[in-house]
């Protein structure tokens, strides 16, 4: 192969990493650490390969030691950029292991700037007059290549294996052009050591961007496929006038005239004045045709619309109908904002002026255009993304307003075609027909969260009196005593002896007051529910058992306790507290007067569990499948919500697990309840 064009191949990959490194950063990549190791990789290698171009047709030993010592000084930052890249494709997190391998590179750049330990010299081989040699610690970078695409090639099979659909492709296509990356890149290395072997394969390391180019507009595997199908887009319309420009010019210089006169310039201002009438639509012509070829799907509008509406009619609420109009928006349409506001709701997404929705109210069309809807309601210029918006569709169902379905500009800044407006005219009553048979629901569903609160603050009140109950119990001793040693002090006031011993009283129970009243304070205070490690055996014995010390020495009942050391917990202390509060206090209950509340806490695998039993009356085994049911009950004073609040913190908020057994004898007698909590350590 000609050096020339080895040269020229290398120049080529250099300008296509470059032109996609400038895509990616001009569509917003500096947002996301993905797109921002994929930029600094790309611009890295296209360097490189221009080294490798200039290297290449270098004539003269100090100008080509020059170039390999530049080249060089690149390509050692590739591998580590590129681990970067996949490890955050597949969110992987080793940083200890990224900096390392940061830092031998940096290292070995210092190398090959300032020693010739790692390229020794520069000698004819493979038909280069000059081609780098390799120094002592040359194999280290060669080390540094092996570590940082192998193990990314290792990440990716394996998670290919574990992805479906979309993703999958993309780490297909990834893996795909890692290997031709390697297998070209790698190729230098055979005469570096002397080997005389042309490294042909790097010809090929172009492909490397083209796959990739390929992966992010067909998987969408960067957020830049618009801009590229859009850049190639308007790439092929220049091409495509520019030639037959050229058609007419040519000919014309060869067979008419070769000066510049009137006749040329004239076909040459019709044909710019033909250009700037066509330009667009030719543009948008190419663009569609191409998506069509290579980007299957993404304009099949009667598929994607077909697609839609099956979805669209398995809706059962409204969360589930703004995530379909989420995905449609990235997905189908493509566009800026795809949203619903529904009337008669709070919890919209967008909010629209009043004025506007009374504007919709009384407008016949489908479809309002945000230039004419501004004219109308001028308020609306306010209203936070507005600018982003492109049209209004208006849902209706039997004349009256439903939902106005919010339609952003396209991520292409193209108009919206006449078949994608028919379609939206189309889809608006039906959306207004899903959104009417699912509005009971979510009424019914939003009336039931409203009575479960009323229900379970009630709960809380109730739980709140009755350990305030016992707690007053428990304040009126240590105030007895001091009331009592208070007048006993009137007698010895010149006894320091008794005193002190007064004033150490007063302290102990003061404090003991303090204590009751504090947790008394943190049992009712609302939690932010804020997750944080925590010491489970603090929690029974120092909060648990002591807020409920006084209601178990009043019920004459004895505790026993197991508690073997425990690991600590991800929790929120307040919420697990109030569990257990409920758990032991149905227990003191079913126990009436005397029996025995036991404790056992133990470690179970990755889990601690808890078990909670009592001596009391049992439960009945057909009520055991509804003890977590709220509402159900079988004590006229109870609120049936203890249970069901339990349940909610320990297995929903805490990903843990909470199992109720009540033995009986084979004569039918019960032998109490124990619960046993499980939570993940």
């Known amino acids: 192969m000609s050096l020339q064009i080895y040269a020229y191949i290398n120049l080529f990959t250099s300008f296509a990493c470059v032109a996609l490194a400038i895509l990616l950063l001009a569509g917003g990549g500096i947002k996301r650490k993905t797109n921002i190791s994929f930029s600094a990789m790309s611009i890295t290698t296209a360097i490189w390969q221009f080294g490798l171009y200039r290297h290449t047709l270098s004539i003269t030993y100090a100008d080509s030691m020059y170039w390999s010592i530049f080249l060089h000084s690149f390509a050692i930052l590739i591998p580590p950029l590129y681990l970067v890249f996949v490890m955050s494709m597949l969110g992987i997190s080793r940083r200890l292991f990224v900096w390392t391998m940061f830092i031998l590179a940096f290292v070995l750049m210092s190398m090959n700037i300032f020693t010739r330990d790692f390229i020794a010299r520069v000698a004819p081989i493979s038909g280069f007059l000059f081609f780098p040699m390799a120094g002592k610690f040359y194999i280290l970078y060669l080390w540094e290549y092996l570590v940082c695409f192998l193990l990314p090639i290792y990440w990716l099979s394996i998670n290919i294996k574990k992805e479906k659909g979309n993703r999958r492709q993309q780490l297909i296509l990834l893996f795909m052009s890692t290997i031709v990356g390697v297998i070209g890149s790698s190729s230098t290395f055979l005469p570096v050591y002397g080997v005389p072997l042309f490294p042909y394969a790097n010809c090929f390391t172009w492909l490397f961007t083209l796959i990739l180019a390929y992966a992010i507009t067909k998987t969408k595997f960067l957020n830049i496929s618009i801009i590229i199908s859009k850049s190639f887009a308007y790439g092929a319309t220049i091409i495509v006038l520019g030639s037959l420009y050229l058609a007419f010019a040519i000919p014309y210089r060869m067979f008419v005239s070769s000066s510049i006169d009137v006749g040329f310039l004239s076909m040459t201002v019709a044909y710019g004045i033909f250009t700037g ?25 009667k598929k994607a619309l077909s697609y839609f509406v099956e979805k669209l009619f398995k809706i059962v609420s409204l969360e589930q109908l703004r995530q379909l109009f989420d995905d449609a928006r990235t997905e189908i349409v493509e566009s800026k904002v795809l949203s619903l506001f529904i009337v008669g709701i709070k919890e919209n997404v967008i909010s ?16 309002v255009l945000v230039s004419d809807a501004i004219n109308k309601v001028p308020s609306l210029r306010d209203v936070p993304g507005v600018k982003d918006v492109e049209y209004f569709v208006i849902c209706r169902s039997q004349d009256n307003l439903i939902a106005v379905l919010v339609v952003g500009k396209k991520l292409s800044e193209d108009p919206f075609r006449d078949e994608e407006i028919e379609t939206f005219k189309i889809l608006a009553p039906q959306i207004a027909a899903v959104i009417e048979r699912i509005s009971p629901y979510e009424k ?146 079913a ?48 609120t049936g919500l203890g249970l069901s609040i339990t349940y909610k913190t320990i297995v929903e908020q805490h990903k843990g697990s909470i199992d109720v057994k009540s033995p009986s004898t084979p004569h039918g007698v019960n032998k109490g309840t124990e619960v046993i909590v499980c939570l993940p350590v």
């Open 277 to 301: 009438f066509c330009f667009e639509r030719l543009r948008m012509f190419i663009q569609t045709s191409s998506d069509k070829v290579f980007l299957s799907g993404r304009y099949e509008l």
């Open 352 to 367: 629209l002026p009043e004025e506007l929705i009374e504007y919709f109210c009384r407008h016949k069309n489908g479809i």
């Open 444 to 589: 019914v569903k939003a009336d039931y969260k409203t009575a479960q609160e009323i229900a379970e603050r009630a709960q809380h009140m109730a739980m709140l009196g009755q350990i305030a109950l016992q707690a007053g119990h428990e304040i009126k001793n240590p105030i007895a005593a001091i009331n009592l040693h208070t007048e006993l002090l009137r007698k010895h006031l010149g006894d320091r002896e008794h005193l002190e011993k007064y004033i150490e009283l007063v302290q102990r129970n003061s404090k003991k007051i303090e204590d009751i009243v504090d947790k008394m304070k943190e049992l009712g205070i609302k939690s932010d529910e804020k997750m944080e490690p925590l010491d489970l055996m603090e929690l029974l014995e120092k909060k648990v058992l002591f807020l409920l010390a006084g209601y178990l020495n009043k019920k004459e009942i004895k505790v026993v306790k197991d508690l073997l050391p425990l690991p600590r917990i991800l929790g929120a202390a307040s919420s697990l507290e109030k569990a257990f509060v409920n758990i032991v206090l149905n227990a003191i209950e």
């Open 591 to 638: 126990m009436g007067t005397g029996g025995t509340l036991t404790l056992r806490a133990a470690v179970d695998g990755s889990n601690v569990r808890v078990i909670i039993s009592d001596t009391g009356c049992g439960i009945p085994p057909e009520n055991l499948n509804k003890i977590y049911l709220p509402m159900f009950t079988t004590r006229h004073e109870g």
